[in-house]
């Protein structure tokens, strides 16, 4: 059958915008089934507290059920794989973390490129960290510390929650600006790390604001300076490290992602949606109980952070020469 030209080029349109109106179709029916967030980390893990709190408000806004299945493992680059691998449909996201950022320097034969593929959808909170030492430790101030290790190089021991973790790569970081040698003792996780500073078996950790903030107001650890760039609530007067080494920012991040290509509509959607959350007293309180500072920001946003996190500490895992557990 012959067909008039007009119509040919009529009916070769139509057939093409097909795929996009499909896309746009089922972005604007999006969820209409249950949507999983994967977390690489155990129950009732920090990550895993947020990504509970953020998947029980997307249930809430989007009508369906938000599902948080643990993929422990890999320092998360089980979980990882897996949402790569996954359908670019948004109904399987990924709890990002921080270490996402460090691992793609950390670990040299991953499976994925965390850039390439994955798409950021939206930060959650950022994740105070506070340098801190026993009451006796004789350094009270960031300076005092520094001069301190500076006299005493290779003797100054630093707790972490084990190689790689975000107390080591800043004690590195640290090391790497102000040019200070200090002893890294790797622990199994924060909380012995903790402990043994209780103790005094060893100097300095840096760790989360969560993970000791009782011990602080107990008085049985001094904190001397959060790692965050300004100040946070909780401890209003303790400076921040920055106050005294300007180029120095080692904070925690979380947020959501989604396998590369999935449509931009949908992405939209979710990110509106966490952000709203996010500016919700109610899910304020509950961040700031746990020590956390929620960051409302655009998927594009969220791209560049990434990218500016995984080169910055590409540089330190370099220069400490840090190899995973």
Do not use: C
């Not at 709890?95 to 959650?124: C, H, M, Q, W």
């Not at 920001?297 to 540089?315: G, M, N, R, Y």
Request: charged share 15%; hydrophobic share 45%; no cysteine.
């Amino acid at each position: 059958m012959n067909l008039p030209r007009r119509k040919f080029l009529h009916l070769a349109a139509g057939a093409a915008a097909l795929p996009a109106m499909s896309l746009a179709t089922r972005a604007q029916a999006y969820p209409s089934r249950p949507v999983r967030i994967l977390v690489g980390f155990t129950a009732g893990s920090g990550p895993d507290i947020v990504a509970r709190l953020i998947g029980q408000w997307l249930s809430e806004r989007l009508g369906q059920q938000v599902l948080i299945e643990n993929r422990p493992g890999g320092a998360s680059n089980i979980a990882t794989e897996a949402v790569v691998r996954a359908a670019p449909d948004g109904y399987t996201l990924l709890l990002v973390t921080s270490g996402n950022a460090v691992n793609a320097s950390l670990y040299e034969k991953l499976s994925f490129n965390f850039i390439r593929d994955i798409a950021p959808v939206a930060a959650i909170t950022r994740t105070p960290h506070v340098m801190e030492v026993h009451p006796s430790f004789p350094a009270q101030t960031v300076p005092e510390f520094i001069a301190f290790a500076k006299a005493n190089p290779g003797k100054v021991t630093l707790a972490s929650a084990g190689n790689g973790s975000p107390g080591h790569l800043a004690g590195a970081l640290l090391r790497m600006i102000v040019g200070i040698d200090l002893t890294h003792v790797p622990y199994r996780g924060a909380s012995q790390a903790v402990t043994d500073l209780i103790g005094a078996q060893v100097d300095v950790a840096i760790v989360t604001l969560a993970a000791s903030i009782e011990q602080i107001r107990a008085g049985k650890l001094r904190p001397i300076a959060m790692t965050t760039e300004t100040r946070i609530d909780l401890l209003p007067d303790l400076p921040t490290v920055s106050e005294f080494v300007p180029t120095f920012e080692a904070s925690g991040w979380l947020g959501i992602g989604a396998p590369s290509g999935t449509p931009s509509e949908v992405i939209a959607r979710l990110n509106g949606e966490i952000n709203a959350g996010l500016a919700d007293s109610a899910l304020q309180a509950r961040f700031a109980d746990l020590g956390l500072d929620p960051i409302i920001a655009s998927p594009a946003d969220f791209a560049t952070l990434i990218v500016a996190e995984t080169d910055k500490w590409a540089k330190v895992v370099k220069f400490a020469g840090i190899k995973p557990d």
